[in-house]
C-alpha cells in the first residue's frame, strides 16, 4: 500500500461510506453500482483504498479514452504547472490554446479535409450541446431542431429537450419545447426507412412540423444503448438536410476522440457536419472541456453571445495537444483496431454460444453493447462483473445493455482479463 493511500485510510472514518451517505446528495449514481473508494489508477486499472485492484471498461463513461493517468500527457501537464503556465483565462490568447488549436488544425482536421472554426464553451458536453443548437437557431432563424428516438444529449434543460430518456425528463420539471423527436435507425424495425419517414413528415402538408432549424444526431447512441447508425443512414440523413437547408449537428461528445476506431465517428460515412460537438476525451485526461466545431461561414456569434468561466481551461489545452500525438501514431492505430477486433470476435462469440441470453450485439472500435433480456439481469452481470474486479456499466431505454468502454490504451492482458470476467458474468445469468 503506498502512502497516498495509507494516508487516505487514516483519516476516514471506520465506515469509510459513512461520509458519502451523510453527507453527499442522494442523486449520486455510479457509486451505488461501485461502491469502493478509489485511490489510484493507473490506464485501465483503478486501485481502492484497501488495494483492490479493478478493470475499467467505463472510462469516465467515455472521458479517458487515452486510460488514467496517461505518463505521456501527465509529463507535459506536469512541465506546464512547474513553468507556471496559465490555467485560467476566460477566453483570452494564451500560448496553451494556440499549441491546441494549431495541433487540432495540423493532426485532425487538415488531413481530413474538414474546415471548422473551434468555440470553445463552457467545459461540460452539455453546454457544447446548447451552443450548437443556440448557434443553428440564430444561424436560419427558427427554433425547432429534430432529434432521435434513444438519443441522449446532456442534463441542462435544452440539451435534455433532445435528449429522449423518460425518466431523465421527467426531473426537468417543466416543459421542453422545441424538439421534434423522429425515430433513429432501425427504431420502427429494420424493414421501415426512418428516412423516409422523416422527410415525408417535413415535406407533407399536415404532418404539423415545422420545419426545423437543425437535425441533431449521435452516429452512436451510446447511452441510448450502443446503438449504431449505419455510414448509409448517416449519408442519407447529411443529403436529407443539405436539401431542405437544414444544419446538421453531430454529437461526437461520447463516440468521438476515436472510440469508433477513427477520430470521428462520423468519418465512416463521409460526411461533413455543419456543426460537431466534442468534450469528454477531447482533453485527453479527464479535464473538463469542451468545443463546437463550426463550418466558417456559419460563425455568425457577437463576442460574448455565447460565453462560460471555464472555457478557458489551459490544463485541458496542454493535455489535449499532447494526446493528439496518438493520431500520429501507426503503432497505436493498429493496436487500435486489434482490440477493437478481439473485442468483436469475443462478444461474437458469447453471442453463438448463450443465444438465450443475448439478444443482440451492437458496436464497432472499442464501444459495444450486449444486449440482454431485462435490466435485472444486466444488473446482475454488471454486479457480479464488479464483484470479480470489473467496472462495466449498463444503458439502453430500459436499462437491459451492458456497455463496454475499455481505454483505448489498455494493454491485451488487462484486456483479457477484463473479457474473461465478463463472460463469467454473463455465464452464471446464463445458467439461470
Not at 442523486?27 to 461501485?34: A, E, G, L, N, Q
Not at 424495425?189 to 449521435?218: H, K
Not at 477520430?263 to 463521409?270: D, K, Q, T
Given at each position: 500500500m503506498n502512502n497516498f493511500i495509507a494516508e487516505a485510510v487514516s483519516l476516514i472514518s471506520e465506515d469509510p461510506a459513512d461520509t458519502f451517505f451523510n453527507h453527499e446528495s442522494a442523486?449520486?449514481?455510479?457509486?451505488?453500482?461501485?461502491p469502493a473508494i478509489f485511490a489510484t489508477a493507473r490506464n485501465s486499472i483503478l486501485t481502492d483504498i484497501n488495494g483492490t485492484s479493478y478493470i475499467d471498461f467505463l472510462s469516465g463513461a467515455g472521458s479517458l479514452n487515452y486510460g488514467h493517468n496517461n505518463p505521456m500527457i501527465k509529463e507535459a501537464l506536469l512541465d506546464?504547472?512547474?513553468s507556471d503556465g496559465i490555467t485560467h483565462s476566460l477566453d483570452l490568447h494564451t500560448s496553451a490554446k494556440k499549441t491546441f488549436i494549431e495541433a487540432f488544425n495540423r493532426v485532425i482536421l487538415g488531413p481530413r479535409a474538414l474546415n471548422y472554426r473551434l468555440q470553445f464553451t463552457g467545459p461540460t458536453g452539455a453546454n457544447a450541446i446548447e451552443a450548437a443548437m443556440k448557434l443553428?437557431?440564430?444561424?436560419?432563424?427558427?427554433?425547432?431542431?429534430?432529434?432521435?428516438?434513444?438519443?441522449?444529449?446532456?442534463?441542462?434543460?435544452?440539451?435534455?429537450?433532445?435528449?429522449?430518456?423518460?425518466a431523465k425528463r421527467a426531473a426537468a420539471g417543466v416543459s421542453l419545447p422545441d424538439i421534434t423527436r423522429m425515430p433513429y435507425?432501425?427504431?420502427?424495425?429494420?424493414?421501415?426507412?426512418?428516412?423516409?419517414?422523416?422527410?415525408?413528415?417535413?415535406?407533407?402538408?399536415?404532418?404539423?412540423?415545422?420545419?426545423?432549424?437543425?437535425?441533431?444526431?449521435?452516429?452512436?447512441?451510446?447511452?441510448?444503448?450502443?446503438?449504431?447508425?449505419?455510414?448509409?443512414?448517416?449519408?442519407?440523413?447529411?443529403?436529407?438536410?443539405?436539401?431542405?437547408?437544414?444544419?446538421?449537428?453531430?454529437?461526437?461528445?461520447?463516440?468521438?476522440?476515436?472510440?469508433?476506431?477513427?477520430?470521428?465517428?462520423?468519418?465512416?460515412?463521409?460526411?461533413?457536419?455543419?456543426?460537431?460537438?466534442?468534450?469528454?476525451s477531447i482533453s485527453g485526461y479527464g479535464l473538463p472541456m469542451s468545443l463546437v466545431l463550426i463550418r466558417?461561414?456559419?460563425?455568425?456569434?457577437?463576442?460574448?453571445?455565447?460565453?462560460?468561466?471555464?472555457?478557458?481551461?489551459?490544463?485541458?489545452?496542454?493535455?489535449?495537444?499532447?494526446?493528439?500525438?496518438?493520431?500520429?501514431?501507426?503503432?497505436?492505430?493498429?493496436?487500435?483496431?486489434?482490440?477493437?477486433?478481439?473485442?468483436a470476435d469475443t462478444l461474437a462469440h458469447w453471442q453463438e454460444t448463450w443465444p438465450q441470453l443475448i439478444k443482440a450485439v451492437r458496436g464497432l472500435g472499442m464501444i459495444w453493447g450486449i444486449e440482454l433480456p431485462d435490466a435485472p439481469t444486466t444488473q446482475q452481470v454488471s454486479a457480479q462483473a464488479y464483484a470479480g474486479g470489473l467496472i462495466v456499466e449498463t444503458c439502453g431505454a430500459q436499462d437491459n445493455v451492458i456497455k463496454l468502454l475499455p481505454p483505448l490504451t489498455i494493454d491485451p492482458q488487462s484486456l483479457d482479463r477484463g473479457l474473461a470476467q465478463l463472460g463469467r458474468a454473463l455465464s452464471s445469468a446464463a445458467k439461470k
Open positions: 442523486v449520486r449514481s455510479y457509486c451505488r453500482k461501485f506546464y504547472l512547474r443553428a437557431r440564430k444561424v436560419t432563424g427558427r427554433t425547432n431542431i429534430v432529434a432521435f428516438s434513444n438519443a441522449f444529449h446532456g442534463m441542462s434543460l435544452g440539451a435534455l429537450a433532445a435528449s429522449a430518456r423518460s435507425e432501425g427504431f420502427l424495425g429494420q424493414q421501415v426507412d426512418s428516412l423516409s419517414v422523416l422527410e415525408n413528415m417535413l415535406t407533407t402538408p399536415g404532418s404539423g412540423i415545422d420545419l426545423p432549424a437543425a437535425f441533431i444526431v449521435e452516429s452512436v447512441q451510446a447511452e441510448g444503448g450502443v446503438n449504431v447508425a449505419s455510414p448509409q443512414w448517416l449519408r442519407g440523413l447529411a443529403q436529407l438536410a443539405s436539401r431542405h437547408g437544414i444544419l446538421l449537428i453531430v454529437d461526437d461528445i461520447q463516440a468521438g476522440c476515436g472510440r469508433t476506431g477513427t477520430f470521428f465517428s462520423f468519418e465512416r460515412a463521409g460526411i461533413q457536419p455543419d456543426l460537431v460537438c466534442l468534450a469528454k466558417p461561414e456559419l460563425d455568425l456569434w457577437q463576442p460574448g453571445e455565447h460565453n462560460g468561466t471555464f472555457r478557458g481551461n489551459n490544463l485541458a489545452f496542454i493535455a489535449a495537444a499532447q494526446a493528439l500525438r496518438y493520431w500520429q501514431d501507426r503503432d497505436f492505430m493498429d493496436a487500435l483496431g486489434q482490440r477493437s477486433k478481439q473485442i
